[in-house]
């Protein structure tokens, strides 16, 4: 099944598709066939904006068209940044990294025992006949004071995964795709596109 992916993200593009190309999805990203889309991610939930990307790039193109809508979450910020993490500081000029510095300055005063988070993910796939598969994936782990490690992205360096006793940042992309929030929510989705009858591996 021919699907593109509602992101101009390459990083995501890379992580997603050593996932589903075992699940007989080709994935394309939407430049690939000449797709611009911007949407204006109004939702308050990683829901709710994993849809309206999957929804307006499915339209744009008349494929079916697969989003995720990702970000971390803190604890002892009351799930922030969540699905602002990407906006996070609402600051055009902040990279990756210059977000990542802002979530430990304001995250500074928080004892090490209570510095729990957690990246989140929904994965949504909607169809021109208008069907939407959607799941969800966790992984949990610990806010780091300093960043650690040079691989994945985002907030990667700061987040401490206790089985593996590193950062996400510090481990292969094989161990990453074995445990992260990506993974685990492309999981849950193929099961769900096997009920749906999309999948039969």
Known sequence: MKVVLASKNKHKLQEISKITEQFDIELVMESELGIDVDVEETGTT??????????????ASGLPALADD???????????????????????????????QLLLKNTEHVPDERRQAQFVCVITLVTPEGEVIQARGEVHGMLLRAPAGTGGFGYDPIF????????????????KNQVSHRANALRAFYQKLKEAGYADK
């Open 46 to 59: 990683f829901e709710e904006n994993s849809f309206l990307k999957a929804n307006a790039v499915m339209q």
């Open 70 to 100: 990702s970000g971390i979450a803190v604890d002892a910020l009351n799930g922030e940044p969540g699905v602002y993490s990407a906006r996070y500081g609402f600051d055009d000029t902040l990279d990756d990294w210059g977000r990542l």
């Open 160 to 175: 401490y995964y206790p089985p593996y006793g590193k950062t996400l940042a510090e481990v292969s992309p094989e161990e």
